[in-house]
């Protein structure tokens, strides 16, 4: 039988990190690591491990070259089984509570896989989870663990992914016979309400706010019967609406972060939930 090197998992590990984080010195901080210490693990693993260059500089980040590409959906789904693994057998009956906040955003479009998951390791675990907008959850100091969104550049916490916002209407919605624009958003709080009238101002497109929600399913609904557009990040797009850009004569939006938060009371419950966050929204 051949042998072959074993790959130990914190190698891995940082290899996914930088990965996501596009470059040796973000990805140390997200592993609490050094950036030397990084290039060291990464030296051992293409050198004497793969013996393949798994990076090629870009600018100032990497980008992973194709045998990267090939490593890195292998890490991650060592590093998946690897943390089903320990998570049952090591604490099978782990009990408690866990509280988390999101926008209502990421609501259908995440967390049904993420919970669905944690819920298979950790039956006897309570989650309570609160909808609000980012700017009220960062406001928070009751939750173990808060998604919110960001701007790029003021990012706080672990990354879990960056978007786009887009423009969304519903096929045969009339868009440039509606003047001033019908608006569907969420609330006065949100974020990309405030960038979305702010993207049309500076065009001067006339507008008017014509619905508004705390609930994007009822904002959906509304652009769904061709009342409304909205602007929204493209993952929570429904295939029924169709994504608008400028050649629509609709401004370019900004795009986000959005980003995981843990407060300073983090439990052994509130650590693995966050595992999970992290794996749901990658994919």
């Not at 039988?1 to 790959?7: D, F, L, N, R, V």
């Not at 990497?62 to 060592?78: K, S």
């Not at 604490?91 to 926008?103: A, L």
């Not at 050649?247 to 959005?258: D, K, V």
């Amino acid at each position: 039988m051949a042998t072959y090197p074993s790959i130990d998992t914190e190698l891995l590990r940082s290899f996914v990190a930088i990965a996501d984080h596009g470059g040796f010195t973000r990805a140390a901080e997200a592993v609490n690591r050094t950036q030397s210490a990084i290039s060291m693990q990464m030296k051992r693993l293409e050198q004497d491990v793969l013996q393949r260059d798994l990076f090629e500089r870009d600018g100032r980040g990497v980008r992973l070259t194709a045998e990267g590409q090939v490593l890195l959906g292998y890490a991650r789904r060592i590093l998946k089984l690897h943390g089903e693994v320990i998570n049952t057998l090591r604490e099978p009956h782990m009990v408690g509570s866990v509280r988390i906040g999101t926008p209502d955003d990421y609501v259908m479009r995440f967390l049904p896989g993420i919970l669905s998951r944690f819920a298979q390791s950790f039956p006897l675990v309570q989650v309570e989870v609160h909808c609000e907008p980012s700017t009220l959850l960062l406001q928070r100091k009751d939750l173990d663990l808060t998604i919110v969104t960001r701007e790029p550049g003021t990012e706080i916490g672990q990354l879990l992914r960056q978007e786009r916002f887009v423009w969304a209407e519903a096929p045969g919605f009339e868009l440039h016979e509606q003047r001033p624009l019908p608006l569907a958003m969420f609330n006065s709080d949100c974020f990309c309400r405030a960038w979305a009238c702010n993207a049309l101002d500076a065009r001067e497109i006339d507008y008017r706010m014509a619905y508004t929600s705390p609930s994007l399913a009822a904002i959906v609904a509304v652009v769904s019967a061709g009342l409304a557009v909205t602007a929204q990040l493209q993952s929570v797009i429904p295939p029924q609406l169709r994504i608008l850009d400028e050649a629509q004569g609709l401004p370019a939006l900004p795009g986000c972060s959005i980003v995981l938060l843990r407060n300073g009371r983090q439990s052994q419950i509130s650590e693995t939930l966050a595992e999970h966050i992290v794996e749901g929204f990658r994919l």
